[in-house]
């Protein structure tokens, strides 16, 4: 069974950083695409950021380009999400996903 969990979130005001982990168990993911997605309050859930497991390519959503990095450790099975100058707006749930499967989502709220 494949299992995403995500870690890293919590409170830190406007300009501080955090950085998001996913750890991917169940399965070999380095054919695959993992992903970053986040869902404020009372909105869709957006994507991010993602990354290839094979070659590493990046990708990112132009609201968080030059402020967020993804990057991977595929020795264990480990994507992460290191964001920087943090904005009241990227207060939301962050979720990682890959092929289909979705973790559990962890909280980041940015203060002003």
């Known amino acids: 069974q494949v299992q995403l969990v995500e870690s890293g979130g919590g409170l830190v005001q406007a300009g501080g950083s955090l950085r998001l982990s996913c750890t991917a168990s169940g399965r070999t993911f380095s054919s695959y695409l993992m992903g970053w997605f986040r869902q404020a309050p009372g909105k869709e859930r957006l994507f991010v950021a993602g990354?290839?497991?094979?070659?590493?390519?990046?990708y990112y959503a132009d609201s968080v380009k030059g402020r967020f990095t993804i990057s991977r450790d595929n020795a264990k099975n480990t994507v992460y999400l290191q964001m920087n100058s943090l904005r009241p707006e990227d207060t939301a749930v962050y979720f990682c996903h890959t092929d289909g499967y979705w973790g559990q989502g962890t909280q980041v709220t940015v203060s002003s």
């Open positions: 990354i290839s497991w094979s070659d590493g390519k990046t």
